[in-house]
C-alpha cells in the first residue's frame, strides 16, 4: 500500500511517502521557526496561511524524489488532531481533495499517534507491548501500548508540558523562540551542580508530572543570581527536567512489566535525556528506542506510517472534520 502522509498541526509542513512493503520512500519539511521568530512564539493565522504555500510544492517533491505519480497512490492520510484548527484544516482539506479526486481514501491520523509509532520506521523496530514516553511542547505523556490503537494513559502532566517548561524556561534567560535546543546548547557550558533545583513530583508514586512549580523555581533563581549565571541554570534545570521523565518513565516500566521503552517527540532528541535514560533503563534490563533525530519534531514520514496502518484495517470515512482538542485514549484498535 502506497500512502501519502501529510502533516500540518501546528508550525511544520510535512510530507512523506510510505510503502508498507518497502518502508519510507521520501519526505520533506518546512519549518515556520524563522517566520514566527519575531513573535516569540506560533501565529496560528501566519502558520496556516504559510501551509497552504507549502503543502503541494512539498508533496511534488516527495512525488519527484520517490520517483511515483499521483495516480500510483493507494491511499492519503493526514494529521486531524490535536492541534490548531485552521493549520490542520489546510492539510484535511488538501488531502480530502486529492483522495475525492484520485478515487482513493483519505484517513486522519492522530498526532500523537504518529509520534508514538515513529520509532517503528527504523530498521529495529521495537515489539509490541511497550511503555511511551510522549514529551513535546504541547504533551507530555506515559502510555502503556500493546498494539496500534491500544493505549492505556499511565499518567500525564498535572500542568505544562516538558517541552512547554524547556521554551518557558529559555524565554526566562533571554534565548528566544524556539527555547529548548537553545537551552540544551546553552547548558552544555554549565554546571548543573551548582545550583539545586526542585523534581516535582519525582516520588509521588504514581506516573503523573508538574512542570510549573519547576519553571517558578527558575524564575526566583534567574532574579537571584542574574544573567551571568544562566548556563549554569540552564543545566541545572535540565538536570531536574531529565531526571523526573527519567526516573517516572523507568517506574512506568517497572509497574507495567514492560521491558520495552519507546521516548518519542520533540524533547526526545535531548541529549542528555537520551544518554541518561538509555544507561539506566540498562541497568534494569529495559531497551530503549527513539525515533531518528529527524523524525522525533513533527514530520510527515509518522503520519504516512500511522496512515497506512490504519487504512489497512479500517472503512474509508467520508466526513470532513478536524479535532483540535482529541484525547489518543479514544482511539480505535486495528
Not at 493565522?45 to 524524489?65: C, F
Request: with cysteine; net charge negative.
Amino acid at each position: 500500500m502506497l500512502v501519502l502522509g501529510v502533516e500540518s498541526s501546528c508550525d511544520e509542513t510535512g510530507v512523506a511517502l510510505y510503502d508498507s512493503a518497502r518502508g519510507l520512500l521520501a519526505h520533506a519539511l518546512h519549518s515556520q521557526i524563522a517566520m514566527h521568530n519575531d513573535y516569540g512564539g506560533v501565529v496560528p493565522e501566519l502558520a496556516s496561511r504559510d501551509h497552504i504555500r507549502r503543502v503541494l510544492p512539498l508533496t511534488r517533491r516527495v512525488l519527484a524524489e520517490s520517483g511515483h505519480a499521483l495516480s500510483e497512490l493507494d491511499g492519503i492520510a493526514y494529521t486531524q488532531g490535536p492541534g490548531l484548527a485552521g493549520a490542520l484544516l489546510v492539510g484535511a482539506g488538501m488531502a480530502r481533495a486529492l483522495a475525492y479526486s484520485l478515487g482513493v481514501p483519505a484517513v486522519g491520523v492522530h498526532h500523537l499517534e504518529g509520534h508514538l509509532l515513529s520509532p517503528l520506521i527504523s530498521d529495529t523496530p521495537p515489539e509490541f507491548p511497550f511503555v511511551a514516553l510522549l514529551v513535546s511542547g504541547g504533551h507530555t505523556q506515559l502510555m502503556h501500548v500493546a498494539g496500534v490503537g491500544r493505549y492505556a494513559l499511565l499518567g500525564e502532566t498535572l500542568d505544562d508540558a516538558a517541552g512547554e517548561a524547556f521554551d518557558k524556561t529559555a524565554q526566562l534567560l533571554g534565548l528566544g523562540y524556539p527555547g529548548g535546543p537553545a537551552l540544551s546548547k546553552l547548558a552544555e557550558a554549565g554546571d548543573a551542580t551548582r545550583y539545586m533545583l526542585p523534581r516535582p513530583m519525582l516520588y509521588s508514586g504514581d506516573f503523573d508530572f508538574s512542570f510549573s512549580g519547576l519553571k517558578t523555581a527558575v524564575l526566583t533563581l534567574v532574579k537571584k543570581a542574574g544573567p551571568e549565571a544562566a548556563a549554569d541554570i540552564a543545566a541545572a534545570f535540565q538536570a531536574a527536567a531529565v531526571d523526573v521523565l527519567v526516573g517516572k518513565s523507568l517506574a512506568a516500566c517497572v509497574h507495567s512489566g514492560a521491558k520495552r521503552l519507546v521516548v518519542a517527540g520533540g524533547v526526545g532528541a535531548n541529549r542528555r535525556l537520551r544518554a541518561q535514560l538509555s544507561a539506566e533503563a540498562a541497568r534494569r534490563g529495559i531497551e530503549v528506542f527513539y525515533p531518528r533525530l529527524e523524525f522525533c519534531t513533527d514530520n510527515g514520514a509518522m503520519i504516512a506510517y500511522a496512515g497506512a496502518q490504519r487504512l489497512a484495517h479500517a472503512a474509508p470515512d467520508l466526513a470532513f472534520a478536524v479535532k483540535p482538542r482529541w484525547e489518543l485514549a479514544a482511539l480505535d484498535a486495528v
